[in-house]
């Protein structure tokens, strides 16, 4: 079993920055895809980005959806089981629940295959608001 634990949302203004962290327990981390996701109130949830596996995988190490390119960064501390996404020039039309979540394989995967079903261990979630 797995449990993934999500920190750091919170308020902040449009235009500011945050910081999330998964953590995991039960398991390590390191041989899994993982991947970021969020829901707006009345929306689909949606993924913004998403982390390959250690341990050499011959495609891209990350993916992140169009809306987020250039402003999030996704990244892993193997070491304390961690995965965070940075985002940066927050907008206010993305105040949203965000969730991590566990690729249920540890084979190597291309990152823009996995469908939102192919992760089998999420997170509560945490609240980002972003005021105007």
């Known amino acids: 079993q797995v449990g993934l634990v999500e920190s750091g949302g919170g308020l902040v203004q449009a235009g500011g920055s945050l910081r999330l962290s998964c953590a995991a327990s039960g398991r390590t981390l390191s041989s899994y895809a993982m991947g970021w996701f969020r829901q707006a109130p009345g929306k689909e949830r949606e993924c913004v980005a998403q982390?390959?596996?250690?341990?050499?995988?011959?495609?891209?190490?990350?993916y992140y959806a169009d809306s987020v390119k250039g402003r999030f960064s996704i990244s892993r501390d193997n070491g304390k089981n961690t995965v965070d996404l940075q985002m940066n020039r927050l907008r206010p039309e993305k105040t949203a629940v965000y969730s991590c979540a566990r690729y249920f394989s540890d084979s190597t995967v291309k990152l823009e295959a996995i469908r939102e079903y192919d992760y089998d261990y999420w997170g509560q979630g945490t609240k980002v608001t972003v005021s105007s």
């Open positions: 982390i390959s596996g250690s341990g050499g995988n011959p495609y891209s190490a990350t």
